[in-house]
């Protein structure tokens, strides 16, 4: 079928396309480069995984470590050395630990008592009971460095000792300085990792030598743009940003910038061959995919800032950052974009240029044989979908507890293992260390209040200073349990009914609990203002009720079926322990905004097309001509979020698979299938209340829909 292609000279768009404004926004794009290059590179200056900046300021164990940091000398790093030998210690295995704790100790003078314990003849070491291992703390005053620039001198300073006596440096500082190594140099491997997908993606889609670049050139920019903007974000605002979250922004950015380039490239390419112009053509092109595009990238923008009312620092701060990320992206995507592909012309796409036709010959294609064997079996492709769906939720019945900190890695280090085996020989000493800070009178009456409490192996008084006494507990559980959680609150509670003692409980143990509780609860409230936000803006752009609540249901069903397929995946094939606590929510944001925007591509096409040949044919219409592209974005996208999966950290992993996964399923099956069947079954009603669900007789005057039943008239 053919249809007649429009003059090249309209005049409206010929006054839009003057010959200098590509170049004049390629020029403002350049100046804004040169000014973002010095800013974006200090990005990495402002990020921080401190538990004070990361958690609210209500939690107790914020109070805890932000008064840790107001004493004299500051927070201490604490390592705990486990030496242990399979048979039994020697003589001179003991002379050898008594060494290298004299010898640390005078190279980071402890400030107050050093000793995880002491044994009979009141040495600063320990001796299991089963003669296999000794052990002891030292505590390091944080002015001598952070955990990771002190876990490795640390560890080497400890490097000579006999044959077959084995050591691992564990506690709270080893743990902290080996999870900043997993993060060291985390932004340039995914930068340059999302590059190289991408890259190979846009390759394989256009199969030109020049064209994937220019899509990789403005994502770039968009990058460099962001990473500026959230600095200077950073800056002005104290929002909080972290390593994770600063690798999610890189992440989203070339994901959605690409996104947007695939579907405007697929407009261009279409409006190339009903205009000569590549100006004209352009204008149109962006007439048909800007609003598409601008109300998805406003749909994940209002999603992400839904984050703002967050308690956990860490989560309210991906908020703003990662709007501005989308909105660079947005910007550069509309404007640097399709002005690099004016300038060059229809060459850009050798050697599949298209050509201009008065009679472009539209071939049905595989997407629009999709559409009529869906058309056909209507039932069976929304049960089946359905079905497919429903099987991958059941997923949900496995493990979906919260990962302890020492699971978070893919490769168990020497910190993790330290804690496996102290917690062998030493099962009384099984936990990280408490913090209490109380009132230095009533010190004596908390230190016997935790004493008492069950579930705490050890309470030792240390440092007074400031108007505060430090008393150190150790629980007798492995840390990050629910046991350990629940003696952290028995000891909350005892010393909280100390009159006067105004004592708070802090620590790393704690640290993870406050977390935890605190990710529960924005996930009650952020999770419901997602949902509303976003069915607003699908109500606002589709003019109607009844497809933007069967077009969140599909999300929020794709959404449960992709978590319990990937808790599956988690359980059975990777043998992962737990669900990170962050992950629930940062997978329903990601999965509901971007899955959200696949089907607004697709809708907003199909209402469109409804306009012209009603709905039955308007939707059919839309899937064949956005089926190829909206694949593509949704497989460059899941490989941008995959990226993060070839990361040595769980929670990335589990994120990346899980985002990953959702977009496929929302690009393959929901929006491909599930959606046009759903739209097929209902039919016009699917647009109540607006005018595009009125039987065409009752429309007034002006453009009217065809009936359902009409056949489409393709020739103008």
Request: proline share 6%.
């Amino acid at each position: 079928m053919a249809v007649n292609a429009a003059p090249s000279g309209e005049t409206p768009a010929g006054r839009l396309a003057g010959r200098w404004v590509p170049w004049l926004i390629i020029g403002l794009w350049l100046v804004l480069a040169v000014g973002m290059v010095p800013l974006s590179g200090k990005l990495s200056s402002v990020t921080t995984d401190s538990a004070v900046d990361t958690l609210p300021a209500s939690a107790e164990s914020t109070k805890v470590a932000a008064l840790d940091d107001k004493l004299p000398g500051g927070e201490e790093n604490t390592f705990v050395f486990v030496y242990h030998r399979a048979g039994g210690m020697t003589d001179a295995d003991r002379a050898t630990v008594e060494r290298h704790y004299d010898t640390l100790t005078k190279k980071y003078p402890p400030k107050g008592t050093a000793a995880a314990g002491e044994d009979d003849e009141g040495s600063p070491m320990s001796r299991s009971a089963d003669r296999e291992a000794m052990v002891f703390t030292l505590d390091v005053d944080m002015s001598y460095g952070p955990p990771e620039d002190l876990v490795g001198p640390v560890r080497d300073a400890a490097k000579d000792r006999p044959s077959g006596l084995e050591l691992d440096v564990t506690g709270p500082g080893a743990i902290d300085g080996d999870m900043e190594a997993v993060f060291d140099g985390i932004d340039t491997q995914v930068l340059l990792t999302t590059m190289i997908v991408v890259t190979l993606l846009l390759i394989i889609t256009y199969r030109s030598p020049v064209l994937w670049i220019i899509p990789l050139l403005a994502v770039g920019a968009a990058a460099l743009t962001s990473m500026g903007t959230v600095y200077l974000l950073v800056k002005g605002f104290n929002i909080v940003v972290n390593d994770q979250n600063s690798a999610l922004l890189t992440i989203l950015v070339f994901g959605v910038g690409t996104d947007y380039a695939l579907l405007l490239i697929a407009r261009y390419r279409e409006a190339l061959h009903h205009h000569e112009n590549v100006r004209v053509a352009m204008v149109h092109a962006l007439r048909g995919a800007a609003p598409a595009i601008i109300a998805s990238a406003a749909t994940v923008v209002a999603g992400l800032l839904c984050l703002l009312v967050a308690d956990l620092n860490s989560t309210s701060g991906l908020g703003p950052i990662g709007a501005a990320g989308i909105l660079c992206a947005l910007v550069a995507m509309l404007t640097l974009f399709p002005a690099v592909l004016v300038v060059l012309g229809r060459r850009v796409f050798w050697p599949a240029v298209p050509r201009f036709s008065t009679a472009v010959q539209e071939k049905p294609g595989l997407w629009g044989r999709l559409g009529t064997s869906i058309n056909r079996r209507r039932w069976v492709a929304t049960l089946g979908s359905l079905g497919v769906l429903g099987v991958l939720a059941l997923g949900l019945a496995g493990n979906t507890g919260a990962l302890r900190e020492q699971d978070q890695f893919l490769n168990t280090p020497e910190s993790v293992n330290g804690f496996t085996v102290l917690r062998e020989h030493f099962p009384e000493l099984g936990g990280q260390p408490m913090t209490i800070f109380t009132r230095p009178e009533h010190q004596e009456r908390v230190l016997d209040v935790v004493k008492d409490t069950r579930g705490v192996a050890e309470a030792v008084p240390e440092q007074t200073s400031g108007g505060w006494a430090n008393i150190s507990v150790t629980p007798k559980d492995a840390p990050d349990t629910t046991a350990e959680y629940d003696t952290i609150k028995r000891v909350r509670t005892a010393v909280h009914a100390v009159s006067g003692a105004e004592a708070i409980v802090g620590g790393p143990s704690a640290e993870n609990l406050d977390t935890e509780v605190t990710t529960v609860r924005d996930e009650k409230l952020v999770i419901p203002l997602v949902l509303i936000v976003v069915l607003i803006i699908l109500g606002l752009l589709l003019r109607a009720i009844l497809a933007p609540l069967v077009l969140m249901t599909t999300v929020v069903i794709s959404f449960a079926a992709a978590f319990g397929g990937s808790v599956f995946f988690f359980d059975t094939v990777l043998g992962f322990k737990g669900l990170d606590s962050s992950v629930p929510l940062l997978a329903f944001l990601f999965l509901v905004a971007l899955g959200v925007d696949y089907n607004i591509f697709l809708a907003s096409r199909a209402r469109e097309e409804t306009l012209r040949l009603g709905t039955r044919e308007g939707m059919l219409k839309a899937l064949s001509a956005t089926g190829g592209v909206i694949t593509s974005a949704g497989l460059v996208l899941a490989a941008t979020f995959g990226v993060l999966a070839t990361l040595p950290l769980v929670m990335l992993v589990e994120v990346g698979f899980l985002v990953a996964f959702g977009v496929l399923l929302d690009a393959l099956l929901v929006r491909s299938v599930l959606v046009p069947a759903l739209t097929l079954l209902i039919g016009r009603r699917m647009w109540w209340p607006s005018r595009l669900s009125r039987p065409a007789a009752e429309l007034p005057n002006g453009p009217r829909p065809l009936a359902d039943d009409q056949e489409p008239v393709l020739q103008r």
